[in-house]
């Protein structure tokens, strides 16, 4: 028979994995409300997490809204988040800072102990003023030493200003403290991967964007594996990132593989691991949303031995690099496989719907959701429409 103390062990256990559950997050560009794809669009039904994507960095380290119209002007724009929240109170919104073309906001906030105090405190007043559950930073990327402790230190400042914070307002609440973090190995050796763990809830791993435009052949763009068969077709893989971050310290269950809803084009190409000439994208870095791909005319075929997938059209000589059902599937198995923490999306818009959503597809193939609850009391929030709870009866 159990002991007490043994019988409590049991039952907290049990709360545990009824707790636990798989990350299945999505970045939400906000810039695309303009395209009018807005918040309510997202695929709730499917995620555990939004990151909306991007808060800025001013010249002093402090963080601000990039576009206030879009952020919380636009009628009704910044309540829909927290109103999807209210529906679903598993569904945790992360504000995410930096972007691609932040290098420098990042290189002024983390310099020295004042502009980290003020990127710190700044971030953590924006995130609660617009009722939301942490904070994931991305900055692409650290290039010294000297820049990846800075980077450390800030993460770790983070952490332990947000845990203060939250106690000053009185709340036995978790906030999310996550990054945005590299998958080439130049780009993550210089980081003090381990270190890091102290502060990050999760290292969301971009394992995409591994062939574009400087790529002297066309490559794969997201591909699981290495191809040992077509080495020049995989520059770079997944399985290798998430290796060598668990080798350097990092809890597999912290790892959030990245997956893109997107692929790559190469025009007048040979075939993977050839030469190619310019793009049939109408974007300078070669991408073509999900949703718009296969092409009409190209063979979709499936690569196992590099876990990916490709589209090629023999009339137009195009070669599409990407992911869809195959990969995404193949993608959740290996996650669980390890043990990671999840999988996340960049970015939301680019999805199909429906059977065909690679968001659904993956989440389905996961199976049970972080159960973690949501926070909705923000007493210090600026904004009384969140301070109030935004009333339902709003119209």
């Known amino acids: 028979m159990l002991s007490f103390k043994s019988l409590l062990s049991v039952i907290l256990l049990l709360q545990t994995a009824a707790a636990a559950g798989y990350v299945n997050a999505g970045y939400y560009a906000s810039w695309k409300t303009y395209a009018g794809y807005t918040p309510e669009k997202l695929n709730y039904a499917a995620m555990s997490h939004v990151f909306y994507a991007f808060a800025s960095i001013s010249a002093n380290g402090t963080v601000y809204p990039t576009d206030p119209w879009g952020d919380y002007q636009q009628p009704h724009a910044g309540d829909q988040l927290y109103l999807q929240k209210k529906k679903n109170r598993k569904l945790k919104v992360l504000l995410s800072i930096g972007g691609a073309t932040a ?34 930073l991305d900055w ?11 980077y450390y230190l800030t993460i770790k400042q983070m952490r332990d200003a947000i845990d203060k914070k939250a106690a000053a307002l009185g709340q036995n609440y978790h906030y999310l403290v996550t990054a945005a973090l590299p998958a080439g190995p130049a780009n993550y050796n210089l980081l003090n991967l381990a270190s890091m763990s102290y502060g990050l809830d999760f290292f969301n791993i971009m394992a995409y964007d591994f062939s574009g435009p400087w790529s002297t052949v066309g490559a794969h763009a997201s591909n699981l594996y290495n191809d040992k068969s077509n080495p020049s077709s995989t520059p770079v893989s997944a399985d290798k990132a998430v290796r060598d971050y668990i080798a350097k310290g990092v809890p597999a269950s912290k790892i959030n593989l990245g997956i893109p809803l997107y692929g790559k084009s190469f025009a007048n190409s040979g075939g993977l691991g050839k030469s190619y000439k310019g793009t049939r994208s109408p974007n300078a870095d070669f991408s073509i949303p999900f949703n718009q791909l296969p092409k009409s ?35 959740a198995a290996y996650l669980k496989q390890l043990g990671l923490a999840g999988a996340f999306f960049w970015e939301t818009s680019g999805d199909k719907t429906g059977s065909s959503s690679l968001i659904t597809i993956v989440k389905n193939a996961l199976g049970t959701l972080d159960q973690t609850n949501n926070q909705l009391m923000y007493p210090s929030s600026e904004f009384v429409n969140i301070r109030n709870g935004v009333p339902t009866s709003r119209k």
């Open 103 to 136: 290098n420098g906001g990042f290189l002024n906030a983390t310099t020295n102990s004042a502009s980290r105090s003020r990127f710190v405190n700044s971030a953590i007043k924006l995130m609660l003023d617009f009722g939301m559950d942490g904070i994931d």
């Open 140 to 150: 692409e990327f650290p290039t010294t030493t000297t820049q990846a402790n800075n």
């Open 297 to 331: 005319g190209a063979k979709v075929m499936e690569r196992p031995d590099a876990g990916a997938l490709v589209t090629w059209d023999s009339n137009t000589k195009e070669l599409v690099t990407l992911d869809g059902g195959y990969s995404a599937r193949l993608k």
